[in-house]
């Protein structure tokens, strides 16, 4: 109660240029494996994520969709420079097969709106599956690494360490890590 902090809702990509510039001191970001030295990982965990389309899109009504068949639409994922984009975009790659990224979003809720409406399919963490997806039983696993990143040598201040603290007692325990 007796703590004040300034909350940015940014992309990673976003967050890791401000931590840089010293405008922000914790960040809670997709990990990436090209990240900066300069940045030390203060807690990181698993984010398991499942393909998923609207309940009455085409694809949820195949007994076994396969990257072929997800390649014949239309993808709802973030901006190709994203970890997540990567890792979807290996799978399709080394099938050989296209990935058609029409409306790319950093979002997550934005994605699972549009996904939701029928626009496309999409990756998104298991988490956020409602009643509005489907889980489709592609046989590909998907996950990010999520992580709270500071600067190396950089003191955190007691707002920091007390939402750090929260975080760890809040991260998901399968796959937690730190």
């Not at 963490?125 to 409602?130: A, K």
Request: proline content about 7%; aromatic content about 6%.
């Amino acid at each position: 109660p007796e703590i004040s902090l300034g909350l940015q809702f940014i992309d990673s990509e976003g967050a890791y240029d401000q931590m840089l510039r010293r405008t922000a001191e914790l960040a809670f970001v997709t990990l990436s494996e090209s990240m900066d030295q300069s940045f030390e990982v203060h807690l990181r965990w698993e984010d398991r994520m499942a393909f998923v389309a609207a309940p009455h899109h085409s694809l949820a009504t195949l007994k076994n969709p396969d990257l072929d068949a997800l390649s014949a639409y239309d993808a709802l994922l973030p901006e190709a420079g994203t970890a997540t984009y990567r890792s979807v975009g290996r799978l399709f790659l080394g099938a050989d097969l296209p990935l058609n990224l029409p409306m790319p979003t950093n979002y997550m809720e934005t994605l699972k709106v549009m996904t939701g409406a029928g626009l496309g399919w999409s990756v998104l963490p298991v988490s956020m599956v409602d009643a509005s997806l489907t889980v489709l039983p592609v046989p590909h696993q998907v996950s990010r690494l999520l992580g709270a990143i500071g600067l190396r040598g950089r003191t955190l201040s007691p707002q920091a360490r007390a939402l750090l603290e929260i975080a760890r007692k809040l991260r998901p325990a399968a796959g937690a890590a730190n």
